[in-house]
Nanobody, 124 residues
Framework: QVQLVESGGGLVQAGGSLRLSCAAS????????MGWFRQAPGKEREFVAA????????YYADSVKGRFAISRDNAKNTVYLQMNSLKYEDAAVYYC?????????????????WGQGTQVTVSS
């Protein structure tokens, strides 16, 4: 089992920045990758970014490339999502997820554990 707790969401003006954190506990040694997804009202959950736990390779959705950065602190078992130049369309509930061994990074179905979500609101 892996437990995930997100923090860092909130209200920000368009063009501003936020940093989300996701603290993992439990069988973290079994993790293959961690990802961030988001879900806006009436929309499907969509991939935002992912990072491989070993090696640290990163992957991004086209919509956030150049604006968001995912990173990890292995010693703290924590993953971060730095979000810059936020746009109105970035507003959503952001979820952290852990993949403990499935090949693949972009689909929600390959992730085994999920956090409770944190709300990001962007004002125009």
């Amino acid at each position: 089992q892996v437990q995930l707790v997100e923090s860092g969401g909130g209200l920000v003006q368009a063009g501003g920045s936020l940093r989300l954190s996701c603290a993992a506990s439990g069988r973290t040694f079994s993790m293959y990758a961690m990802g961030w997804f988001r879900q806006a009202p009436g929309k499907e959950r969509e991939f935002v970014a992912a990072i491989k736990w070993s090696g640290g390779s990163t992957y991004y959705a086209d919509s956030v490339k150049g604006r968001f950065a995912i990173s990890r602190d292995n010693a703290k078992n924590t993953v971060y999502l730095q979000m810059n130049s936020l746009k109105y369309e970035d507003a959503a509930v952001y979820y952290c997820a852990a993949n403990v061994g499935s090949i693949g990074l972009y689909s929600p179905s390959v992730y085994d554990y999920w956090g409770q979500g944190t709300q990001v609101t962007v004002s125009s």
